[in-house]
């Protein structure tokens, strides 16, 4: 199994002008391959820097990221976007579709830039599409889709490249509370099935206990954690 990170020491300020505004302190966490954890706390707290850094889109001030043994803290933008591009799927709260391409078009995106040709690529959006349940959607258009047809779109285009990682930031935020239940319980079935590491940045504490560990952030240092059976 891959997807295993370890982040020790890891430290991020934001310049803000002249000044220097620390976000995270000191961050300590190992997540296990295919494990499903949700990452928890008060707006501020630093959870989604946390997510940022592990997926490569920003790097920290000080400290070490490690994916399967492999350091990305340092990498060049050139080779953190080859990272990305093999080992990281993303959720956003927003869904990020493209609104003039259909679903089928927009989850086989990720595979154009990885130079799959047209007809592998056409397969497997389909299979990740029929994975989330959208089977029967594939052709419409992203506002011809609701919320959480939109954000089950976005999840396959997440996996279509069976990437190790998966990186959900607040992928319930702009849905209502039933259809945030259904998301969660997707990703969870989905990690099962596809074996990658998933975390979930949630304010909602009552979807994170859907996750098999929440780790909870406050002003920028983990500070408590708690575990389920599953």
């Known amino acids: 199994m ?5 982040v020790s020491g890891l430290k991020h300020s934001f310049q803000m002008g002249k000044l220097q505004v620390p976000v ?15 990452l928890c706390g008060a707006s501020g707290s630093g959870k989604s820097t946390l997510l940022n850094l592990i997926g490569g889109l920003m790097q ?3 400290g070490s990221i490690l994916v399967d043994g492999q350091d990305i803290t340092g990498l060049s933008e050139n080779k953190l976007c080859l ?5 990281i799927g993303f959720i956003f709260q927003s869904y990020n579709l493209m609104p003039y391409l259909t679903a089928l078009e927009n989850v086989e995106l990720p595979l154009v830039f990885s130079r799959v040709a047209e007809e592998k690529r056409r397969a497997m959006a389909v299979e990740a599409l029929e994975q989330v349940g959208l089977a029967d959607r594939m ?3 992203p506002g011809e889709l609701s919320g959480g ?10 996996l279509v490249t069976k990437p190790r990682v998966i990186l959900a930031d607040e992928p319930t935020g702009n849905l209502d509370s039933q259809t945030g239940s259904e998301i969660m319980l997707l990703l969870k079935e989905l990690n099962r099935e596809n074996a990658s590491t998933f975390l979930i940045v949630t304010h909602d504490l009552h979807l994170a206990e859907i996750c098999g560990r ?10 408590d954690e708690q575990e389920v059976a599953q």
């Open 2 to 6: 891959y997807g295993k990170i370890e």
């Open 24 to 38: 995270l302190h000191g961050i300590d966490l190992t997540v296990d391959s295919g494990a499903f954890i949700a």
């Open 60 to 62: 920290p001030t000080e």
């Open 83 to 87: 990272f990305r591009r093999d080992n």
């Open 139 to 141: 052709d419409h258009r």
């Open 149 to 158: 047809q939109q954000q089950r779109a976005s999840i396959a285009r997440s």
């Open 214 to 223: 929440t780790v909870y952030l406050k002003d920028g240092l983990i500070v």
